[in-house]
């Protein structure tokens, strides 16, 4: 089987699926197949930096060079793969799969990409406000307000906050802003990682916060998670909320690590 068929054959609602644990649900049903190489090395080519099995560079499912600009990201790959034991199970392969969506998918459609982010902005979870209770509200603005006054600092992004949610149009100001600095960012691999950032915290503001150094990735994730951790100190938590929340957690992670790696030193 070719590396190419792994991840064509579990392409569809295996690997784009967005709740993690329902992917691992259904890859349980398919058979994996065995790791057929021994030798997991890093190499260079003119598009890049590439991931080695036994000496030859692995392609993606539509046939292009895994390739990616630094050698940081291309070790996140190298040791997704060294790290295949017996089968190879691209569910656990977070940072290979974004990888290959960001070739094969946000490369071709960047600006969609990048226009999806910025509408996030425009319906930002952190503009939106509990009304009550007290303690929800002052943790909301504890963790929050500090992003929104530093999108309004740094960039000039003066975002309006509304309680309840109903809708509020935010200033056009406000969101051109946002966009001008996001643009910084504006490659498939950094997009790809930003947009998944935005998806699992259901904020731009808190993506373009940890673009921007202004929050790490375990702050950024703190964040996004204000309300569900006001609700477990009010009930409690379960088993399978735990296990859902830490199967997104290893995706947050991929995401911020490989924005991390392509912005690192290429040589």
Known sequence: MSIRDIFSDLAGPVLTDADPVRRAQIQMKHHLPKRFYKDVSVGKTEEGFTILLDGRPVKTPGKHLLAVPTRAATELLAREWDAQVNEINPVKMP???LVNTAIEGVAAEI???FDDIVNF????LLCYRAETPDSLIEMQARHWDPVIYWAADAFGARFILAQGIIHRQQPKEAINAFAATLAKHRSAIALAALHTVTTLTGSALISLAFAEGRLTAEEAWLTAHVDEDWNIL???TDAEAEARRA???LDMKA???LFDAVRSDST
């Open 111 to 113: 600006d969609g990409v």
């Open 247 to 249: 199967a997104r957690w």
């Open 121 to 124: 902005a425009g319906t930002d």
């Open 234 to 236: 009010q009930w409690g």
């Open 95 to 97: 940072v290979t799969r």
């Open 255 to 257: 995401a911020t690590d």
